[in-house]
């Protein structure tokens, strides 16, 4: 099975910018979870969505949002970029959520300037 | 409330040397317990895990019991090699949560 895909691996945005992250799961997942990773702060869980609802929500401003499609690809977005938004946006994808096993992707690099 | 607590990094040893990285946990029921380990420049890989108390997950060397008495799942190796420098993760989940809780990671250096 192809593991989790996450598209653009790099990008560079300046302040004040919007962003998109996508995000394919694992064939068969139907939960997405999204996690904020910086060197300061570790991994912040973002949100996450199963069956085309957020189930869950971490403590993100309301700038952060996302969703999930009906093949349970998920998109996340930025608005108004801000300098501490640099940091690596990791997916992960599970048959179920709750307590099944998370399979991470590659992660999305973003640098905001 | 749930959460993780690791042990602090850096953790650098030579090679053929024991490992040990140090979980606790706080959470209420009982929840399933996960070690991840991210190589640089990488998304997180699952090492291994263990859903009940007294299970042993294992995987390439690597050991962890679960131990509901301390509330522990210490991640375990007998002999790393430089190829295992990385950081690790360890986190908990439970049922109806919908998100995991993940320790602050332990940088592991290991020198030839």
């Known amino acids: 099975k192809a593991g989790v895909t996450q598209t653009p691996r790099y990008l560079i945005k300046t302040r004040g910018q919007q962003v998109t992250l996508s995000c394919s799961p694992i064939?068969?997942?139907?939960?997405v979870s999204w996690y904020q990773q910086t060197p300061g702060q570790g991994l912040q869980f973002l949100f996450e969505?199963?069956?085309?609802?957020?189930?869950n929500k971490g403590n993100f401003p309301g700038r952060f949002s996302g969703r999930q499609f009906s093949n349970s690809r998920s998109e996340m977005n930025v608005s108004t970029l801000e300098l501490g938004d640099s940091a690596l946006y990791l997916c992960?994808?599970?048959?179920?959520?709750?307590?099944?096993?998370?399979?991470f992707g590659p992660g999305t690099r973003l640098l905001v300037l | 409330g749930n959460s993780v607590t690791q042990m602090e990094g850096p953790v650098t040893l030579s090679e053929e040397a024991f490992l040990t990285i140090n979980c606790t946990y706080t959470?209420?029921?009982?929840?399933?317990l996960f070690w991840y380990v991210q190589y640089p420049g990488e998304g997180l890989q699952l090492l291994l895990k263990?859903?009940?108390?007294?299970d042993k997950g294992s995987n390439k060397g690597f050991e962890a019991t679960y131990r509901k008495e301390t509330t522990s799942f210490h991640l375990e190796k007998g002999s790393v090699q430089v190829s295992d420098s990385a950081v690790y993760f360890c986190?908990?989940?439970?049922?109806?949560?919908?998100?995991?809780?993940f320790g602050s990671g332990t940088k592991l250096n290991v020198k030839p």
């Open positions: 992960a994808s599970s048959l179920e959520g709750g307590r099944d096993t998370q399979y």
């Open positions: 064939s068969g997942h139907r939960s």
């Open positions: 263990a859903t009940k108390a007294d």
């Open positions: 959470a209420t029921g009982y929840p399933s």
């Open positions: 986190a908990l989940s439970r049922d109806n949560f919908n998100k995991f809780y």
């Open positions: 969505y199963f069956s085309e609802t957020q189930r």
